[in-house]
């Protein structure tokens, strides 16, 4: 994969960008993030076609699922573009774009063919130890992600000066401080576990980094180790916070599985108070928040009194799941039944309502605004309701003739 004359990833970060963005108001900040990503990704190097990238294309997107699907994490537009760069690395963009560059996919096959050399592994073996290498790097933009720390970032740089923010370039913009990039490690840490994969990839994905750090022998990695903080700091960071990463993971395992079941609200409270102590910027939180006072909601409706039933748009595996949850498609109306809910003074119904709305305030995700869209259509409030057609309509159009049939089966029980 590796192609002379290839334009190093991080030099699209030295295109600077002008968005029409001042002081440190969310929304022109979050747009100023928009034309920044537009800037960076317009002069980025030259794709890598899908039809070169062999076993890597369904490695790097199982990745990907595993770490925003699985977790709950993102249902919203996610695009993979792997670059033609020497350079080893990385990145997710505003809009939900992630680059990553020939360079890391070649030091990851390096490494790989080494640790093969010394044992009898068959192909299997080979796939998963690339999924294996991979996957940190994925993970700790996720955790970013996550965070939402490039938006805490760019707020920081617009607090600081305004006019020399408009200058900036993304990598710029979103620089991590070491604190920020020690938190991040411990959140990938507990989205790595969620997703069901090895406790001990992260760490020893950073103490393979630390010997290169170390060694100097390795120049693909040298710009991607320079925008944080050492190897050697990062792992005594995790290492300090063990305990209470482990307390995280258990804590984010716990509400996924409520979630997907369906019952244990109040534990769910108790999960999810953990992580929100422990993150209190993370998007993540905030949306399984607002899943689990949906539910709890849900919970105190009778059933009969519901216009349809509501998809929720939690992961799960497998078709059989779709199938089960098919029937909903076809619910019988009860349009009568609108007038028995209320939703005014409902602790559950507002908390739902208020995280779903500061989750659009943050990014686009079909799923979540069709959530929205069915909690608002039983406010019996004018406003709410055109709100509420209007979020289900785009929600539905946004998620087009997927696999996913969420954001339509909402929109289905809003007309209704």
């Not at 949906?294 to 509501?310: D, I």
């Amino acid at each position: 994969m590796k192609k002379p004359g290839c334009i190093a990833l991080f030099a699209l970060f030295a295109a600077g960008f002008a968005p029409a963005a001042t002081g440190t108001d969310p929304v022109r900040i979050r747009q100023a993030l928009a034309d920044s990503a537009a800037a960076a990704l317009a002069s980025a190097p030259n794709p890598v076609p899908a039809g070169e990238l062999g076993a890597w294309d369904d490695t790097l997107k199982s990745a990907l699922f595993l770490l925003f699907r699985k977790t709950e994490l993102y249902r919203g537009a996610l695009a993979l573009r792997v670059v033609d760069s020497p350079d080893a690395g990385a990145e997710l963009f505003a809009g939900g774009e992630i680059v990553v560059t020939s360079g890391l996919l070649d030091l990851v096959d390096g490494e790989v063919f080494e640790r093969a050399s010394r044992s009898s592994g068959r192909a299997r073996d080979f796939t998963d130890l690339r999924e294996r290498y991979v996957v940190p790097y994925l993970a700790f933009e996720a955790a970013r992600f996550a965070l939402d720390q490039p938006y805490l970032a760019a707020t920081e740089r617009f607090r600081e000066n305004p006019g020399a923010a408009l200058t900036l370039s993304w990598a710029a913009l979103t620089a991590v401080s070491d604190e920020q990039a020690f938190l991040a490690d411990r959140m990938a840490e507990v989205l790595l576990a969620s997703a069901g994969y090895d406790a001990n990839l992260y760490p020893e994905w950073l103490s393979s980094l630390d010997s290169h750090y170390r060694a100097k022998d390795s120049e693909p990695l040298a710009r991607y180790l320079s925008a944080y903080p050492s190897p050697a700091r990062r792992i005594e960071s995790l290492a300090a916070r063990a305990g209470e990463t482990a307390d995280d993971i258990a804590a984010a395992r716990a509400a996924l599985r409520d979630l997907r079941t369906g019952i244990g609200t109040d534990e769910m409270r108790d999960s999810l108070g953990v992580l929100a102590s422990r993150y209190p910027t993370s998007t993540w939180v905030v949306r399984l928040r607002a899943f689990g006072e949906h539910l709890a909601w849900l919970e105190s409706v009778k059933p009969e009194a519901l216009a349809m039933a509501t998809v929720m748009p939690f992961a799960r595996e497998g078709a059989a799941e779709f199938e089960r949850l098919a029937p909903l498609l076809e619910a019988t109306a009860n349009p009568s039944g609108q007038g028995e809910i209320k939703t005014a003074g409902n602790a559950a119904w507002t908390a739902a309502t208020v995280d779903y709305k500061a989750l659009r305030g943050a990014y686009g995700d079909p799923s979540t605004d069709s959530a929205l869209a069915t909690l608002l259509a039983y406010s019996g409030n004018g406003d709410d309701l055109a709100l509420a057609n209007r979020l289900s309509a785009s929600a539905a159009a946004a998620e087009g003739g997927g696999p996913s049939f969420v954001a339509r089966a909402n929109r289905a029980l809003v007309v209704l």
